[in-house]
């Protein structure tokens, strides 16, 4: 099973590609797409569109798994953020993936075992879980790792 997970953002959004061996969570591929901040909206959403078409075809996952929407400060960032969202779903619909959403704290507790861990906790536990010498970089691609392997532990 491949599962690529999705840390959502327009500026940067991160993805990580796992595939399950033997029950363990294997590291694929990892990176973020980025998109200038002075683009107008509509090409920073194709930028992502079309750059996450591209990871689809060359990593060929099974599953999608994307952190869902959780803002209550920022309405802007909230709006900015659910447009890429809707077009990490439509590309991962597109490609036929099954596709499972977890909010931040299901995230959190599946990785750490306690819903309000910090980043730094994250981080650690990504890289314990997936056997690496250093912690992803960046944030981001970690926080997409950590997405698709809530996903695998949910499908057990």
Partial sequence: MRILGIDPGTGILGFGVIDIVKGQAVLVDAGVIRTPVHEDD???LLTIYEELTEIIQQNKPDAMSV??????????????????RGVVLLTGMQAHLSIAEYTPMQIKQAITGYGKADKKQMQEMVRVILQLKEIPKPDDAAD???????????MR
Avoid: D, G, P, Y
């Fill in 144 to 154: 997409a790792l950590a997405a698709a392997i809530t996903h695998s532990m949910n």
């Fill in 67 to 84: 952190e869902k929407l959780f803002f209550a400060r920022n309405v802007t960032t909230a709006m900015t953020v659910a447009q890429a």
């Fill in 42 to 44: 509509c090409v920073r």
